[in-house]
């Protein structure tokens, strides 16, 4: 059952039947997609699955073991807080997970889910400004270096970008 399965989506994959293979409403698609998580965004967006969406690329944009660069971390955060802003913009709910995958529940805590979900929606705004920030500096370091300003290479430790992201939290 699922090597057939598999193998359809494989073959729709191979055939540029992307949109058709996302609007398929399957929890095997699911696991399959997980692979490929641009494509599982999409199966979320699609089915309105607008949490799960958010919480994938937040948890991807964050995750700085992926290697993924600073261009594709504001990707995934745009696409996050797009996805949270269709979550606030719901009137019905039924989770209480929170967006961020380091997000929790403060002990006494009383926030309705609306509530709770605007805040995580300012929190990845929050995110993609200092992202934004983040992609000013590099771009005026890379241009110090190239118009010679510098004496050498810089190396840009992202460790100075997490740095830099806690210390404009505060």
Same mark, same amino acid.
């Given at each position: 059952d699922d090597l057939l399965h598999n193998t359809l989506y494989a073959f729709m994959l191979s055939n540029d039947q992307v949109e $058709? *293979?996302? $609007?398929i409403v399957s929890p095997k698609l699911e696991t399959y997609l &997980?692979?490929?998580p641009d494509l599982l965004w999409r199966y979320f967006v699609v089915h309105q699955r607008h949490r799960? &969406? &958010?919480t994938l690329m937040t948890a991807r944009a964050m995750d700085v073991a992926s290697g993924l660069k600073l261009d594709d971390r504001i990707m995934c955060l745009t696409r996050a807080v797009n996805s949270a802003v269709a979550v606030v913009g719901e009137d019905n709910t039924n989770s209480n997970t929170p967006f961020l995958?380091?997000?929790?529940y403060l &002990?006494?805590?009383s926030m309705n889910e609306r509530t709770l979900s605007s805040f995580h929606l300012k929190q990845l705004q929050e $995110? *993609? !400004?200092v992202a934004g920030l983040q992609r000013q500096l590099l771009e005026a370091i890379i241009v110090e270096v190239r118009e010679g300003r510098c !004496?050498? !290479?810089v190396e840009i430790d992202l460790n100075f970008f997490e740095d830099l992201e806690h210390f404009l939290s505060l």
């Open positions: $058709r *293979l996302i $609007r &997980a692979e490929n799960d &969406a &958010a995958s380091t997000g929790q &002990a006494g805590e $995110r *993609l !400004e !004496e050498k !290479e």
